[in-house]
């Protein structure tokens, strides 16, 4: 070998040498900047419930399930995990669950829980997020008349960006799908059902899809006298298309004579909304939408209607230890029991006390009133139908040491419908034990 050669073979090692040392060291830094989280738990749970299948008294006596109350058993173990390099995060959370009952033991199962997510910045001044979420439980005995476990699965995907086109005006898109998988059983035949209504049948194949699809502008206004405050106000305009339709729907018996038979399958939802975020100060925020609905039912000879919906909040810091806050809503949401849709009208109040580190008390209270479409035929006696919900719960929580804690908690639901065998109360009280290594 010449010099020439030597002296080539020596500079291409030196090169290769400090390629490799350059790469180890981004390596290096990239994994000095990125964090890793890993936090297993695990939950044991004792619960009382006065009414385990939703019954009213009515549906109580049809079916012969007179006693309904019954302490069950539920314990979960699972993980939270993420990991942050540079301006990316990523979120997962998996949990396993086992639910026993005492008395009812045909409804002992097993659940799970899959939810993670990713967000990430890049060329500046865009921010995209993902979730995908998977959950296995047990059906609500809502509105099913029942005593047979229900399994159903729920899958859950959401997507979103959010461009920075300037410092002041954002650029807002984002989409969601949903597909839930959720048996509908054998309805009791009830006395003096509504003339003509057909009876429900089975349909143990029965889903729900979502989907939607949404696009919008946000501008926010500065406070130039509180640097602090550096954008206390975002106002904007939210453009979404949600089409909901269902699947697996047995065929009902035909209609008496004169009465045209409906043919619906789900709806279409066309939502214009306006939309505020406002921080009044460090203690006071606003949030809300307002804006109007088209709801449009697929292959129905019902038409169109509009909706005045919206969705609005108030958050209040009394003092560093106590929290208060309201909100009214007004919205339309799919009703699975039935494969129909309704019109949630309500408000809500809340409370958070926290004296010392780890200590916590929550109250809350919801009311709403429930208009009900009644076009799937899967429930004809649902035409009409309007239902005024209740629901109050307070909970404690405190730790004990420093990877263990106790919450006591107790709900109480209530709910009356111009249907009365839907009617039903429920008061349900259960003490949690969980221990989290962080």
């Known amino acids: 070998m010449n010099a020439r050669s030597l002296a080539g073979t020596l500079c291409t090692r030196l090169q290769r040498r400090r390629v490799a040392l350059a790469a180890l060291m981004t390596l290096s830094a990239t994994a000095a900047t990125a964090e890793f989280e890993f936090n297993p738990y695990a939950s044991a749970q004792h619960l009382y419930d006065s009414n385990v299948y939703r019954f009213s008294r009515q549906v109580a006596d049809v079916t012969g399930t007179t006693e309904t109350a019954d302490h069950s058993q539920r314990y979960a173990a699972g993980v939270d995990t993420g990991y942050d390099w540079s301006q990316q995060k990523l979120r997962a959370r998996f949990e396993e669950r086992r639910i026993r009952y005492t008395d009812f033991e045909q409804l002992d199962h097993n659940e799970y829980l899959l939810d993670a997510g990713l967000e990430s910045s890049f060329l500046g001044n865009t921010t995209g997020v993902l979730n995908f979420r998977d959950e296995r439980r047990m059906a609500s005995f809502d509105d099913r008349r029942s005593t047979d476990l229900i399994i159903e699965r729920d899958r859950v995907g959401r997507g979103s960006l959010n461009i920075a086109v300037t410092p002041d005006w954002h650029l807002l898109t984002g989409a969601r799908i949903r597909n839930l998988r959720s048996p509908l059983p054998d309805a009791p035949a009830l006395p003096l059902p509504a003339p003509g209504a057909p009876a429900r049948l089975a349909s143990p194949d029965f889903a729900l899809h979502e989907r939607a699809y949404n696009v919008g502008v946000e501008f926010g ?177 405190f730790p004990v040491l420093r990877y263990f804690g106790i919450r006591m908690f107790g709900t109480y639901n209530d709910r009356r419908s111009s249907a009365a065998y839907n009617d039903y109360s429920s008061k349900v009280g259960g003490v949690e034990l969980t221990f989290r290594w962080q």
């Open 221 to 397: 206004i500065e406070n130039k006298e509180r640097i602090e405050d550096v954008v206390p106000l975002f106002i904007g305009i939210m453009l979404e298309q949600q089409t909901v339709t269902f699947s697996g729907v047995t065929p009902q018996p035909p209609p008496p004579p004169g009465v045209t038979r409906e043919t619906f399958d789900g709806y279409r939802l066309l939502t214009l909304d306006t939309t505020a975020r406002y921080t009044i100060n460090h203690h006071s925020s606003f949030d809300g939408k307002l804006g109007i609905t088209r709801d449009t039912p697929r292959q129905s000879t019902a038409g169109s209607r509009l909706e005045l919906t919206g969705d609005i909040g108030y958050t209040r810091e009394l003092s560093a230890l106590t929290e208060v806050n309201a909100r009214l809503f007004r919205r339309v949401v799919p009703f699975v029991a039935t494969a129909d849709a309704t019109t949630d009208t309500g408000a809500s109040l809340g409370a958070k006390w926290q004296p010392i580190l780890g200590f916590i008390v929550l109250a809350d209270y919801a009311w709403a009133s429930s208009s009900f479409r009644g076009l799937s035929g899967v429930d004809a006696d649902n035409s009409g139908r309007g239902d005024k919900t209740q629901n109050a719960s307070l909970s404690f929580s």
